[in-house]
């Protein structure tokens, strides 16, 4: 298995995660990064080196499957061959156009091909470049389509770490140090159990 191209290969481990360089290099990025972004510890995280397709490759040369797609951003692979060629001719002709102040016409027909996925006729579409800030668009957009609000949200959930996602986190190591400044209009429900069968 070992000789197949990376990205098509099974998951294996050399060294049990987060191998010496993964750990070495937590440390140094607990002397650069603040404490409120990658959670550094002994056993966290594993730092990636290289991917390709389904394939992750850690800083050990553990190689694994990755079932996430890195949050979505590689749902076609990782270093697929088409995405890259894309990127890559638009960073030759414009890799930035100053969004909502000049924005480039590749832009307006990505904002046209995803507005005519939508089920309605006259979708209107936001994009973001973190999880968080897709949030935040929806939180704001729930409150002017409803004028309530309100959030409900679940238990044990995480939605991001801006104050309006923040506040419907339902993790305390993450909420504290904001409390005073978090909305407090959000209530939090259990998240549902399959097993419990209707149980109260």
């Given amino acids: 298995q070992t000789d197949a191209p990376l990205g098509r290969r099974l998951p294996e481990i050399r060294v049990p995660p987060p191998g010496p360089a993964s750990r070495a290099m937590g440390e140094r990025l607990r002397a650069v990064e603040s404490r409120n972004v990658?959670?550094?510890?002994?056993?966290?995280?594993?730092?990636?080196?290289?991917?390709c397709g389904a394939n992750v490759v850690d800083a050990d040369g553990n190689v694994y499957?990755?079932?996430?797609?890195?949050?979505?951003?590689?749902?076609?692979?990782?270093?697929?061959?088409?995405?890259?060629?894309?990127?890559?001719?638009q960073a030759k002709s414009l890799v930035h156009g100053m969004g909502?102040?000049?924005p480039p016409s590749v832009k307006l027909r990505f904002l046209e091909r995803l507005a005519a996925l939508a089920p309605w006729p006259d979708a209107r579409v936001v994009l973001s470049s973190t999880g968080s800030e897709a949030v935040e668009t929806?939180?704001?957009?729930?409150?002017v389509a409803t004028g309530r609000p309100g959030i409900l949200a679940f238990g044990g959930s995480y939605h991001g770490l801006t104050l309006g996602s923040?506040?419907?986190?339902?993790?305390?190591?993450?909420?504290?140090?904001?409390?005073r400044r978090m909305y407090e209009g959000v209530a939090f429900a259990p998240f549902p159990d399959p097993l419990r069968h209707g149980d109260a």
């Fill in 38 to 51: 990658t959670h550094v510890s002994c056993d966290w995280p594993v730092f990636w080196e290289q991917a």
């Fill in 65 to 89: 499957l990755d079932l996430t797609g890195a949050f979505g951003v590689a749902l076609q692979g990782h270093a697929h061959p088409g995405v890259s060629a894309a990127v890559a001719e």
């Fill in 100 to 102: 909502d102040v000049h």
């Fill in 138 to 143: 929806a939180l704001k957009t729930a409150l």
């Fill in 166 to 179: 923040l506040a419907a986190t339902d993790r305390a190591l993450f909420r504290a140090p904001f409390l």
